[in-house]
């Protein structure tokens, strides 16, 4: 490295560091969360954040640096904002295009006007949250609901409720909470209370309430009021069963896994606008669903669909054997790590419930492979009209980076990219440009998607939603959008 690279590497690396504390006081003192191309900085390192300026090459070509953007991130400091997210990148790029003649302070405070003034006033206020299970999905939604907490304006995890495992129970769900062979360590720190049954995580107080049956609990009386109860135990599945979680203190349910009968199946950025804010029971559908539903809709909304066939290319989950043996499923009984598992799925049918006006036949098949975690589903999809495979991925970069999926479909164009690569993706799933197949009338789409991180971010989303605490990203460059885009 030369002298005026270590030089200039070391200038970014100290506006980054200076980013640090703006973007945490924005976010814990006004709930605003900052972010880069759809892609949030709060709680990231300097080199995370150096990491996601270079990932602005995909959309103008060249690296956003944080000589440019720090301005601007510097005058949000003189807003009194309303809790929002903004968009650094949009700004940035809004200023290129209208700008002219205005300094950045001038332009900031204009872009974000409707933002400003009354944050005294907001309406934001706590949700209570409570996790009803703590296995794979319950600990990473924990981790996220924590990673939120900001201001305490957010969704607030509250409990957590499981059946007691034993004396050391709290300890071990601790420990669990805290390393993850997969995911890694807790970004924070963990205290356990044993007298109390609490966890605190990151300054949340999370109490452990022990039940085998969810009709025995009163959440009244640990001081929950007005509660979503996330079930990720997928023991029930249809309104009669997930309405056990109905009790004095919790307001609605959402189930992480397929819902059966007239539970309403939610993708979130695909139909989660469309569901009744009074509806008290919704499914978050499966991480497969969550997978292929945004660019399945994209395409649709683009090319027409007429018919499809989705194979996914699965890790293994908790529900198969380790070693051969006994399930109620025929071959889900074999042995997980040794061998590739062909079995169902219900994701192809439940487009049909995120998607409703998608008239096109989608089948489906699935193959458990011996990797712990992230999936590839593979759609095979005849188009109404012959298109390129330019037109396709251009279609899919876009809606990747600016549209109404930016935060559900992600892109990458990596020559390389392999399954570990996007083990922490957040994104629903991840469109690969060079695996894409396009013929005529006849496109073949390879979409990656972390079947545990990135669906529950999903799942965080639809809370969000539904709690009313999921806040539009600024600047909003289109007018002809007339509901913003959500973030996580």
Not at 90 to 100: F, P, W
Not at 170 to 186: M, Y
Not at 451 to 456: A, C, I, L, M, V
Not at 468 to 482: C, F, H, N, R, S
């Amino acid at each position: 490295m030369s002298t005026a690279e270590l030089t200039q590497w070391n200038s970014e690396e100290a506006l980054a560091e200076a980013m640090i504390p703006i973007i945490g006081g924005l976010h814990r003192t006004h709930s605003v969360t900052i972010l880069l191309h759809s892609r949030s900085l709060v709680n990231k390192s300097v080199i995370s954040i150096l990491r996601t300026h270079r990932f602005a090459r995909q959309i103008r070509g060249d690296e956003l640096s944080v000589e440019e953007t720090f301005p601007f991130l510097a005058a949000l400091t003189e807003l009194n904002l309303r809790p929002s997210k903004i968009d650094l990148g949009l700004l940035v790029s809004a200023y290129r295009a209208d700008g002219a003649g205005q300094s950045i302070p001038e332009f900031v405070a204009q872009s974000l006007a409707d933002l400003v003034g009354g944050a005294e006033t907001s309406p934001a206020k706590p949700q209570d949250v409570v996790l009803y299970g703590f296995g794979r999905i319950g600990r990473l939604v924990a981790r996220l609901l924590i990673e939120k907490a900001g201001s305490g304006n957010g969704l607030n995890l509250r409990a957590v409720v499981v059946r007691k495992g034993g004396d050391d129970d709290l300890v071990k769900r601790a420990s669990l909470l805290r390393r993850d062979s997969v995911h890694g360590q807790f970004n924070g720190t963990i205290k356990v209370d044993a007298e109390n049954n609490t966890l605190i995580a990151n300054g949340n107080v999370i109490k452990f309430i022990y039940s085998n049956d969810p009709t025995s609990v009163d959440y009244t009386e640990y001081g929950i009021e007005n509660a979503i109860l996330i079930d990720n135990t997928g023991i029930w599945r249809d309104r009669d069963g997930l309405s056990k979680h109905l009790r004095p203190g919790v307001a609605k349910v959402v189930l992480t896994a397929p819902g059966k009968g007239d539970v309403p199946n939610i993708v979130h950025g695909v139909n989660h606008r469309s569901v009744d804010l009074d509806e008290t029971i919704v499914s978050c559908a499966s991480c497969t669903t969550n997978a292929i539903v945004p660019p399945l809709k994209t395409m649709d909304d683009e090319f027409g669909v007429s018919r499809g066939h989705v194979e996914t290319v699965h890790s293994f989950t908790n529900d198969q054997n380790l070693l051969d043996n006994y399930h109620k499923a025929d071959r889900r009984g074999r042995s997980a790590p040794t061998n590739l598992v062909l079995t169902e799925t219900g994701a192809a049918s439940a487009v049909a419930k995120a998607l409703p006006d998608l008239k096109a036949k989608i089948t489906g098949n699935s193959i458990r492979v011996p990797t712990p975690d992230v999936s590839i589903a593979i759609l095979h999809l005849q188009l109404n009209r012959e298109t390129t495979k330019d037109e396709v991925l251009e279609r899919l970069r876009q809606e990747s980076l600016t549209g109404a999926l930016s935060r559900n479909l992600d892109y990458t164009a990596a020559t390389d990219a392999v399954s570990s690569d996007f083990i922490g993706s957040r994104a629903a799933s991840i469109v690969d440009a060079n695996a894409t197949i396009v013929e005529g009338d006849t496109a073949i789409l390879y979409v990656w998607y972390d079947n545990e991180f990135g669906y529950s971010c999903q799942v965080v989303r639809t809370v969000q939603y539904l709690s009313g605490v999921e806040y539009p990203i600024y600047p909003v460059l289109d007018a002809a959008v007339t509901e913003p885009v959500s973030a996580q």
